[in-house]
C-alpha cells in the first residue's frame, strides 16, 4: 500500500470549489505530519502552494492565491486541499507531500479538470 | 528571486554515467538544505535525494542508493548529482529543488537507452 494516497482524477465547475484528498497509509497518522501541497501544469516543474499541519502550524506559498487552503479530516487520516471559486487556470496535476523516515514521499497526484 | 539552473542531462546507454549539476542563485546557497527529485514520462514525481547545508547529512531513495551521489560547493553554489549504472527506469526529467521543495528548477532531462 502506497504511503500517500490521491485519487487520479477530479472533475469541477468553474466558480465551485474542490477538495482532493491526500489518504496516508494505515498506521502514519495525519496528525504527525506536515502536509505540502504543489500544483504542475504541462510542461512546467511543479510550484509549491501550501503546507498545512494544524491551523497554528501552516504556510501559504509566495504569491499563491487565498482560495488555495489546507486542511485535514483526521477521521479519514488525510489532508486536504481547498480550492475555492475554481477558475481554467486551476486546472493542473496536484501532489501531496510528506516526510517520512528520512525520505520525502509523493502521492500519485490528482488531475484537476475545471470544466 | 531564487534561480535553480539544471544541466548535464542527455542521452546514455544503460549502464552508463551522467553527472547532473544545479547552479544557484538569487539566495545564500550555504544556507539552504537541496534536493534532487525526478519525473518519467507522463509519470508523477519521486523524490531522489536530499543533501543538508552543510553536506553533514544526505538522504537517498531506495530505488537509488549505492548508485547515485549527491554533493554540493557552496564556493560556487552549485549541486550535483552523479548518476552511475543507469538504467531504462532511471530515464527522466530531474528538478533541483531547494529546501522543503519550495522552489524548482526548471528540470534536465535524462534518457538512458541503448
Known amino acids: 500500500q502506497a504511503v500517500l494516497t490521491q485519487p487520479a482524477s477530479l472533475s469541477a465547475s468553474p466558480g465551485a470549489s474542490a477538495s482532493l484528498t491526500c489518504t496516508l497509509r494505515?498506521?502514519?497518522?495525519?496528525?504527525?505530519?506536515?502536509i505540502y501541497w504543489y500544483q504542475q501544469k504541462p510542461g512546467s516543474p511543479p510550484q509549491y502552494l501550501l503546507r498545512?499541519?494544524?491551523?497554528?502550524?501552516?504556510?501559504?506559498g509566495s504569491g499563491v492565491p487565498s482560495r488555495f487552503s489546507g486542511s485535514k479530516d483526521a477521521s479519514a487520516n488525510a489532508g486536504i486541499l481547498l480550492i475555492s471559486g475554481l477558475q481554467s487556470e486551476d486546472e493542473a496535476d496536484y501532489y501531496c507531500?510528506?516526510?517520512?523516515?528520512?525520505?520525502?514521499?509523493f502521492g500519485g497526484g490528482t488531475k484537476l479538470t475545471v470544466l | 528571486e531564487v534561480q535553480l539552473v539544471e544541466s548535464g542531462g542527455g542521452l546514455v546507454q544503460p549502464g552508463g554515467s551522467l553527472r547532473l549539476s544545479c547552479a544557484a542563485s538569487?539566495?545564500?546557497?550555504?544556507?539552504?538544505?537541496m534536493n534532487w527529485v525526478r519525473q518519467a514520462p507522463g509519470k508523477g514525481l519521486e523524490w531522489v535525494s536530499y543533501?543538508?547545508?552543510?553536506?553533514?547529512?544526505?538522504y537517498y531513495a531506495d530505488s537509488v542508493k549505492g548508485r547515485f551521489t549527491i554533493s554540493r560547493d557552496n564556493a560556487k553554489n552549485s549541486l550535483y548529482l552523479q548518476m552511475n549504472s543507469l538504467r531504462a527506469e532511471d530515464t527522466a526529467v530531474y528538478y533541483c529543488?531547494?529546501?522543503?521543495?519550495?522552489?524548482w528548477g526548471q528540470g534536465t532531462l535524462v534518457t538512458v537507452s541503448s
Open positions: 529543488a531547494r529546501e522543503a521543495l519550495f522552489h
Open positions: 538569487g539566495f545564500t546557497f550555504s544556507s539552504y538544505s
Open positions: 543533501i543538508s547545508s552543510s553536506s553533514s547529512t544526505i
Open positions: 494505515s498506521g502514519i497518522n495525519v496528525g504527525t505530519y506536515r
Open positions: 498545512y499541519k494544524s491551523d497554528s502550524d501552516k504556510q501559504q
Open positions: 507531500m510528506i516526510w517520512h523516515s528520512s525520505a520525502y514521499v
